[in-house]
């Protein structure tokens, strides 16, 4: 649950892994990896990769609705919810629910992304069973106690005022308010400290009674259970849900703000600096092709083009990268660097230099096959604990990707051709496009609009 | 972890790798990896750790050096090699190892800590070979001139921006760091000071890399698909060629008696959550009372090891003057090291009044001690821990690396849940007892520019006409 308090696109990077490039790094799985589909008798799906070499059982879950449904002046419920639901549940108050977790060492854990409400469960084999029950407590009656309310709101507080100055809080902050403005994806998914104020228990119980619910469950089990043990197991964590999950629909959104720059003046040291434009939705035919393209762009960690220019010819920067966030209702692609002060105006010319490149020349044959052997090589490296497996059943679930997907995943990118990098380089990137955000006291910078601090 | 953990106590042996990923830090959790080990005959260590789940390799080199190895009024060197040593060797050209790693599809960073400095690659098993060839190179053939160093120079001040300047709580933990030693390098921050790495020479670095990189200095582990055998054919092959060096011993300034407490506050006007945080000067595995380190361990658990311990129970849940709360202990540094408690004060509350009720905290246990039920399930808890450190390629690899940097041995990190379940009541009373001495802690406290600042009203929004 660290990522509540993280800016609103690196949630939903860790809480989608799937939609993040990063995460899509990998190789022809040696082996492939043995995916079932399990239904329980009350007819719950989970897929599970059964591994019994060690005594643990890790599952994650996730909910479709996240921060993003939260209502007008109640921005922050579905975080706050994720804080609550291990504090306290059936006939026991917050300190003996905590206790009965930590005695018998299971990790319970919720999170809200923009799009999604998850928790993750990871337990040794002998705890198994109770750990599924306080799963079932959490989700199906939490008490939302006055004093554990009031304790989990003063941390998201606490939380919001220890971030109030961070530069790359700031930088995100401003860039989703300016790029979706009007749009629930342009609000904080950790709330402001007054709508955190405003959140009641009956808000709180009306998340969990709209959101959680079994028609819109996603599960993925790994580790040292059977299907047959499984089956129980989902009934007994998630049968007792209410069947359907309240609908919600949000509008489909362009990112606005473009060709804007925004500079945010602050104290720092160090200037932070996102920028981004309009990308590609999980579903679009060339989502491949723009992450072979990104890869090469600003994905490799060390070998991108960003990286070359702006890190390595010119020491400028950190850290500088690009990638791909496509959500549920709007599409970004995004990059972040930090660069001191004096040299955030070259860095960006340098940045948009990139952008136009790429996309008038193209990228070259070579680039391509080895953004590919990577792409291909690291998709499989990531694989090697429960909890990312886990992760990832849940990912492909979650985006309609098919039982296949994962073994199928690197042909996928082995079909992207030269052709289709460099159409889809044309059709999406745009330097003018791009949305900058600067926090800090750049130089020699021709914004488009200024935020000042009062006073 | 959950919300409760988010204002984390300032660790003071952050590593600091080439890029922003995230590394592990804190207690070593070992347990029985059963590892294979052995030494080439220049003297370099060999782990290796089966792990055939997935066809995924981990390979490390760490070297027994780090920034508390550097000579005095040069601190950085050791991070900043650490970044040369992804350019060029006599026979690759910078960026080339990158390469190389990319096309394979591998991962590759490195970090740097007080005491050493370790470099890996995630792969697949059929090119560990490769990794190998490419690891021993850069062991002794690093070309480093003025072009390949001074832009690096660049990237590292910003880093030291980017990670510690642009965040008070950082500063804050830098000032701390160096009141909490007298003498002892652990007081210098592992990245460096500004001012020192602006004046650093190639010939420094030279030297530090002449120095400590060798292989009778270095420890390779090979953990997940792999088999000890091949691994050790072609360790000999690549590394085993490569001469040892002649090591200077590895001595630091040590630690006078400690005989005043010392505060630390700064204000920042970036601060609008005060925080609070008091270190006690303590042993580790390998310095000072060993004996107690254990104990410790399992009094960290007992005290800060989440919601249900003493820490966030008594001010967080039951007084409510802490937002959160907790307390850490790392033992595994090669010297002294600290016991540490931290809290975050509920808005309205003074600080000394939450310093007031830890205290009391503090008193009680140092009078009546841990109870036995405590010591059971806290003990539970850390055993059960090392079960989950198995559920991973990369992180036994790690706790096995930093072991053996810092003193320990190969049979010390199997041993590690033995020696916790050995741990009692009386161990952990006489650990309390022999380490929270206020003549030994040092107090860091974060507050905003001035008394009574309120929080920023909000951002104005201008349009440029």
């Known amino acids: 649950m660290s990522i509540r308090l993280a800016p609103k696109c690196l949630a939903a990077v860790l809480a989608a892994p799937l939609l993040a490039a990063t995460f899509f790094m990998s190789p022809s799985p040696a082996r492939a990896m043995d995916i079932q589909s399990v239904v329980s008798d009350g007819g719950i799906e989970a897929w599970l990769v059964e591994d019994h070499s060690l005594p643990i059982v890790s599952l994650r879950f996730l909910f479709p609705g996240g921060a993003a449904t939260d209502p007008d002046g109640r921005e922050g419920l579905a975080n706050m919810v994720s804080g609550l639901l291990d504090e306290g549940a059936g006939d026991m108050d917050s300190q003996t629910f905590q206790a009965r977790l930590a005695d018998q060492s299971i990790s319970l854990s919720f999170d809200a992304s923009l799009d999604t409400f998850s928790g993750n469960l990871k337990t040794l084999s002998r705890n198994r069973d109770e750990a599924f029950d306080l799963l079932r407590l959490a989700l199906s009656e939490p008490r939302f106690d006055d004093d554990a309310v009031e304790r989990i709101r003063t941390q998201i507080l606490t939380g919001i005022a220890a971030r109030a100055n961070d530069p790359g809080r700031i930088a995100n902050e401003a860039f989703w308010a300016a790029t979706f403005r009007g749009h629930p994806y342009a609000r904080p998914p950790v709330g402001t400290p007054e709508s955190v104020a405003a959140i009641t228990v009956d808000d709180l119980r009306d998340f969990v009674s709209g959101r959680i619910a079994r028609d819109n469950l996603i599960v993925g089990v790994v580790g040292d259970v059977t299907p047959g043990e499984l089956k129980a197991l989902l009934d007994s964590s998630f049968g007792a849900l209410p069947e359907k999950a309240r609908p919600f629909d949000l509008p489909k959104t362009d990112p606005g703000a473009a060709g804007e720059v925004i500079v945010v003046q602050k104290d720092n040291p160090q200037a932070r600096v996102i920028f981004g434009q309009r990308g590609l939705y999980r579903d679009d035919p060339d989502y491949y092709a723009a992450l072979v393209l990104n890869h090469i762009l600003g994905g490799g960690s060390f070998t991108s083009r960003l990286y070359e220019e702006v890190r390595e010819k010119r020491g400028l920067a950190y850290s500088v990268y690009s990638y791909l966030l496509p959500m549920e209702f709007a599409a970004l692609w995004l990059g972040g660097a930090g660069t001191e002060n004096g040299a955030v105006s070259v860095s960006i010319d340098l940045i948009r230099k990139q952008w136009a490149n790429i996309r008038s020349f193209g990228v070259t044959q070579e680039e391509l096959d080895k953004a590919k052997a990577n792409l291909t090589g690291s998709f499989g490296l990531r694989f090697d604990n429960s909890s990312s497996i886990a992760g990832l059943l849940v990912a492909v679930q979650q985006r309609g990707l098919g039982i296949d997907y994962v073994n199928n995943r690197n042909s996928l990118i082995d079909q992207v051709t030269l052709e289709g990098v460099n159409e889809v380089a044309r059709r999406i990137l745009d330097p003018d496009a791009l949305t900058v955000v600067v926090v800090g006291k750049p130089e020699n910078i021709d914004a488009t609009h200024t935020i000042r601090e009062d006073g | ?465």
Do not use: C
Not at chain 2, 79 to 98: A, D, I, N, Q
């Open chain 2, 1 to 465: 972890m959950s919300l409760k953990s988010v204002l984390r106590a300032p660790v003071r042996h952050a590593l600091i790798g080439l890029t922003v990923v995230p590394v592990l830090t804190g207690t070593a959790l070992a347990q029985v990896f059963d590892p294979t080990t052995f030494e080439l005959d220049n003297g370099m260590q060999v782990v290796v750790i089966e792990n055939h789940r997935a066809p995924v390799v981990t390979h490390m080199v760490w070297y027994k050096a780090g920034a508390a190895d550097e000579p005095a009024g040069k601190s950085g060197i050791a991070h900043y090699l650490e970044h040369l040593m992804f350019k060029g060797t006599k026979t690759r050209v910078p960026g080339e190892f990158s390469k190389i790693v990319a096309e394979l599809g591998g991962q590759e960073n490195a970090f740097t800590s007080q005491d050493y400095t370790a470099y890996f690659q995630k792969i697949a098993p059929e090119n560990l070979a490769t990794m190998m060839e490419l690891e021993a190179d850069r062991m002794t053939n690093l070309t480093l001139t003025d072009e390949i160093i001074e832009p690096e120079r660049k990237v590292i001040l910003e880093e030291r921006r980017s990670r510690t300047d642009n965040n008070p709580r950082a500063l804050l933990s830098e000032q701390v760091s160096a009141a909490t030693y007298l003498n002892h390098p652990y007081r210098l921050p592992v990245i460096g000071w500004a001012h020192e790495i602006e004046t650093l020479t190639r010939a420094d670095l030279e030297d530090f890399y002449g120095t400590w990189y060798a292989p009778n200095n270095a420890i390779l582990v090979v953990s997940g698909d792999v088999d000890p055998k091949e691994v050790h054919e072609l360790a000999k092959k690549y590394y085993g060629v490569i001469s040892p060096r002649k090591l200077p011993p590895r001595v630091r300034p040590a630690e006078p008696e400690q005989l005043a407490p010392r505060d630390v506050v700064m204000r920042d006007a970036r601060v609008e959550q005060p925080s609070w945080s008091r270190r006690y000067i303590a042993p580790s595995y390998s310095a000072g009372e060993t004996k107690h380190a254990y104990a410790l361990e399992i009094l960290s658990e007992i005290l800060g090891g989440g919601t249900t311990a003493r820490i966030y129970r008594s001010l967080v849940v039951d007084d409510a003057l802490a937002a959160s709360a907790g307390a850490w202990y790392s033992p595994g540094d090669l010297d002294l090291t600290t016991f540490g408690f931290w809290f975050s004060p509920r808005p309205g509350v003074e600080m000394s009044e939450v310093e007031a009720a830890l205290d009391v905290q503090v008193s009680a246990l140092l009078k009546d001690g841990v109870s036995a039920d405590e010591l059971k399930r806290a003990q539970q808890r850390l055993i059960d821990g090392a079960v989950f450190a198995r559920d991973s390629v990369g992180g036994p690899a790690r706790v096995f690396g930093a072991a053996l940097s810092t003193g320990e041995t190969v049979a010390d990190v199997e041993a590690w849940p033995d020696r916790i379940r050995a741990v009692t009541v009386d161990d952990v009373n006489a650990a309390a007892r022999a380490v929270f001495d206020m003549r030994r802690a040092t107090t860091g406290v974060l507050l905003p520019a001035q008394e009574g600042a309120t929080p920023d009203a909000g951002e104005k929004r201008e349009r440029k006409s």
